[in-house]
Nanobody, 120 residues
Framework: VQLQASGGGLVQAEGSLRLSCAAS????????IGWFRQAPGKGREGVSC????????LYADSVKGRFTISRDNAKNTVYLQMNSLKPEDTAVYYC??????????????WGQGTQVTVSS
């Protein structure tokens, strides 16, 4: 049972990246998925989350209008499209899967994280 986050990298400000969160050993169909990030010296913060059906999404104010979360249950994958990236988006991004939708809920599985670095 594993979540694999990928797609991070180095990008210039105003650039784009698409992160993927792929599951192996279990199906994501019944799980809400959250994306979190942690910058050096800072605590972990919620970035976006999506309900199991995909019908509900949530975004941190800092990323609204720039990031889009989506899911493809057929591919057992959730995506985070990040546009207009800013240097303050630099962080390690983690995905997590849990039975409930929201920020302050229990997540059962966590990916290993993927580094996103935005240069100015």
């Amino acid at each position: 049972v594993q979540l694999q986050a990928s797609g991070g990298g180095l990008v210039q400000a105003e650039g784009s990246l698409r992160l993927s969160c792929a599951a192996s050993g279990f199906t994501l169909d019944y799980y809400a998925i959250g994306w979190f990030r942690q910058a050096p010296g800072k605590g972990r913060e919620g970035v976006s989350c999506i309900s199991s059906s995909g019908g509900s999404t949530l975004y941190a104010d800092s990323v609204k209008g720039r990031f889009t979360i989506s899911r493809d249950n057929a591919k057992n994958t959730v995506y985070l499209q990040m546009n207009s990236l800013k240097p303050e988006d630099t962080a390690v991004y983690y995905c997590a899967a849990g039975p409930s939708f929201g920020w302050d809920v229990m997540y059962d599985y966590w990916g290993q994280g993927t580094q996103v670095t935005v240069s100015s």
